[in-house]
T-cell receptor, first 114, second 116 residues
Framework: DAGVTQSPTHLIKTRGQQVTLRCSPKSGHDTVSWYQQALGQGPQFIFQYYEEEERQRGNFPDRFSGHQFPNYSSELNVNALLLGDSALYLC?????????????FGSGTQLSVL | AQSVTQPDIHITVSEGASLELRCNYSYGATPYLFWYVQSPGQGLQLLLKYFSGDTLVQGIKGFEAEFKRSQSSFNLRKPSVHWSDAAEYFCAASNAGGTSYGKLTFGQGTILTVHP
């Protein structure tokens, strides 16, 4: 049973570019949440997708957007990259929206913005 | 504003020694509380959680945590640390009830180093 898988594992971009990160949830899960973890910090909630809609959003600008596909996989898009967007981006999946107890995290995508 | 604070950025213990990692929260009402562990190159793994009821919670890998409402704390403990426990530990919280939608607020983490 595959867990949460994220791709790519590492990515290098330059300021102003756009990036797309991908997440496949754990088998049987239908909800995907995205977190940003800056170096030396705890993860910060970006947003959550359920039934292909954004259900809740953290304090992130509109440059951060996402999508969920019918197979429950998800993408995180970041436009106009800033140096401060360099971080580990974590995807977490769960079954249903009120399921904090069953959040499963992927290993993340390390994004470096130069 | 809701927040989770882990006062210790880095803790070093000897193998076999006891461990306590501190966590304090600031929420309008008692939140759901969690401890996660993160090893290098790995995702976050849930150690234990507190929703309600017994204030002493048992988790995986021999960890336990105690919820103290009066102190707004949820400290993680282990009676005897193993070298494999070296990792970064995160305390997290979310609004209680069905409206949390998977939105966790994390502390900044505590790095645990274990000396042989």
């Amino acid at each position: 049973d595959a867990g949460v898988t994220q791709s790519p594992t590492h990515l290098i971009k330059t300021r102003g570019q756009q990036v797309t990160l991908r997440c496949s949830p754990k088998s049987g899960h239908d909800t995907v949440s995205w977190y940003q973890q800056a170096l030396g910090q705890g993860p910060q909630f970006i947003f959550q997708y359920y039934e292909e809609e954004e259900r809740q959003r953290g304090n992130f600008p509109d440059r951060f957007s996402g999508h969920q596909f019918p197979n429950y996989s998800s993408e995180l898009n970041v436009n106009a990259l800033l140096l401060g967007d360099s971080a580990l981006y974590l995807c977490a999946s769960s079954l249903g929206r009120a399921a904090n107890e069953k959040l499963f995290f992927g290993s993340g995508t390390q994004l470096s913005v130069l | 504003a809701q927040s989770v604070t882990q006062p210790d950025i880095h803790i070093t213990v000897s193998e076999g020694a006891s461990l306590e990692l501190r966590c304090n929260y600031s929420y309008g009402a008692t939140p759901y509380l969690f401890w996660y562990v993160q090893s290098p190159g790995q995702g976050l793994q849930l150690l234990l959680k507190y929703f309600s009821g017994d204030t002493l919670v048992q988790g995986i890998k021999g960890f336990e945590a105690e919820f103290k409402r009066s102190q707004s704390s949820f400290n993680l403990r282990k009676p005897s640390v193993h070298w494999s426990d070296a990792a970064e530990y995160f305390c997290a919280a979310s609004n209680a009830g069905g409206t949390s939608y998977g939105k966790l607020t994390f502390g900044q983490g505590t790095i645990l180093t274990v000396h042989p």
